[in-house]
């Protein structure tokens, strides 16, 4: 049996360690050892996008990450993203427009959404689409979830101007 690494790494803002095999994913280390289920497994293969968290502030896909490079690193969930009881506009915006159904894909939606909009506060419809274009939807037809993006931009701007 291979020997587990003790991993020390910054989640959401709060410092965490954990033991891992060295061939577990990022993805695994979240949900199976610290609990951190809101980051969804779709395909497993980087194919989906429902697994992505931020790493160093970069999107990545949580199940092509090793959990042992998460050492010294700033990891970012879906979990971070409310405040509090407080939810991102992002996530009001996903429930007022019916922007999921199953739920899957929605956790990678919006820490892609998000990391958008931080940078870029006022993105074209057509940027939305290109940016979430490595994360797909089942259910939704996407047209939702981009009105929902829309929205979320549309707020925050207001509250930042
Ligand atoms: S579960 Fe990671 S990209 Fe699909
Ligand atoms: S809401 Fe089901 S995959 Fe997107």
Known sequence: MQSKVHVQTTINGEAAEFLCEPRQSLL????????????KEGCNDGNCGACTVMMDGRIVTSCLVLGCEAEGAKIETVEGIAKGSQLH???KAFLENAALQCGI???????AAK???DQEPDPSE????????NNLCRCTGYDKIIRAVQQAAREMREVNA
């Open 28 to 39: 695994e280390c979240l949900r199976d050892i610290l609990t951190l289920t809101g980051t």
């Open 89 to 91: 506009p992002l996530q």
């Open 126 to 133: 057509e940027r939305i689409r290109f940016w979430l274009a």
């Open 115 to 117: 990391a958008l909009l």
């Open 105 to 111: 894909c929605t956790p990678g939606f919006l820490v």
